[in-house]
């Protein structure tokens, strides 16, 4: 920066100027107060920027964490809802089906206190057909069952080494013939009568 002229007359005092920074600067090398200072600030404002991106980049996962947590916990929330109306479901089915079983219980208790006041039955009376071929399928059907127990009882006879082989297939083939023999009068007395077969 260049300097003022001096006044022209040689009676006046000349009027000293402070020197400019910049010259200073250059002549002594060193750093004013005034650059310090700036660059004091400058490393504050930095520093401070560096931590604000900081709390703002810690508070923004924090956030999303929080909104995680919260839609897990609403996830959560509904899924134990369902639950809920689900069981109150069932609790109603199950009040309902306990009522239906008291009731029949208590039909059961009244049957058998009425049967204990009557005389023995016979058990092959119990059960009675309404027609003459519809008693000859149920009595081949249970000589059939009684001929499959007993087929039964003489394998686990000779696994037991009760009976010997030759007496065992003598008894299983006697006993194949004549359920053979039923379940052709079975087929036949089904057709007979339009049942399926």
């Given at each position: 920066m260049p300097m003022p002229p001096y006044p022209p007359t040689s009676t006046t005092t000349p009027v000293?100027?402070?020197?400019?920074?910049?010259?200073?600067?250059?002549?002594?090398?060193?750093?004013?107060?005034?650059?310090?200072?700036?660059?004091?600030?400058?490393?504050?404002?930095?520093?401070?920027?560096?931590?604000?991106?900081?709390?703002?980049?810690?508070?923004?996962?924090?956030?999303?964490?929080?909104?995680?947590?919260?839609?897990?916990?609403?996830?959560?929330?509904?899924?134990?809802?369902?639950?809920l109306v689900s069981l109150q479901g069932e609790q109603t089915a199950m009040e309902?089906?306990?009522a239906i079983m008291k009731e029949k219980n208590q039909e059961m208790k009244d049957l058998i206190s009425k049967l204990e006041g009557e005389e023995a039955m016979d058990l092959d009376e119990a059960v009675v057909t309404t027609a003459p071929l519809y008693k000859q399928l149920l009595n081949a059907h249970a000589q059939e069952n009684a001929t499959e127990d007993?087929?039964?009882y003489l394998g686990e006879a000779l696994r037991k080494e009760v009976i010997d082989l030759d007496i065992f297939l003598k008894h299983v083939r006697e006993l194949s013939r004549s359920q053979f023999m039923l379940k052709a009068l079975m087929q036949k007395t089904r057709q007979k009568a339009g049942l399926p077969y």
């Amino acid at each position: 920066m260049p300097m003022p002229p001096y006044p022209p007359t040689s009676t006046t005092t000349p009027v000293a100027y402070p020197p400019s920074t910049t010259s200073q600067q250059q002549s002594t090398g060193t750093i004013s107060e005034e650059h310090i200072h700036a660059s004091l600030l400058s490393a504050v404002e930095d520093k401070m920027k560096k931590r604000l991106r900081e709390v703002l980049s810690q508070a923004q996962a924090e956030m999303e964490v929080l909104k995680k947590t919260h839609d897990d916990l609403n996830t959560g929330k509904n899924k134990l809802d369902s639950i809920l109306v689900s069981l109150q479901g069932e609790q109603t089915a199950m009040e309902k089906n306990l009522a239906i079983m008291k009731e029949k219980n208590q039909e059961m208790k009244d049957l058998i206190s009425k049967l204990e006041g009557e005389e023995a039955m016979d058990l092959d009376e119990a059960v009675v057909t309404t027609a003459p071929l519809y008693k000859q399928l149920l009595n081949a059907h249970a000589q059939e069952n009684a001929t499959e127990d007993a087929i039964y009882y003489l394998g686990e006879a000779l696994r037991k080494e009760v009976i010997d082989l030759d007496i065992f297939l003598k008894h299983v083939r006697e006993l194949s013939r004549s359920q053979f023999m039923l379940k052709a009068l079975m087929q036949k007395t089904r057709q007979k009568a339009g049942l399926p077969y």
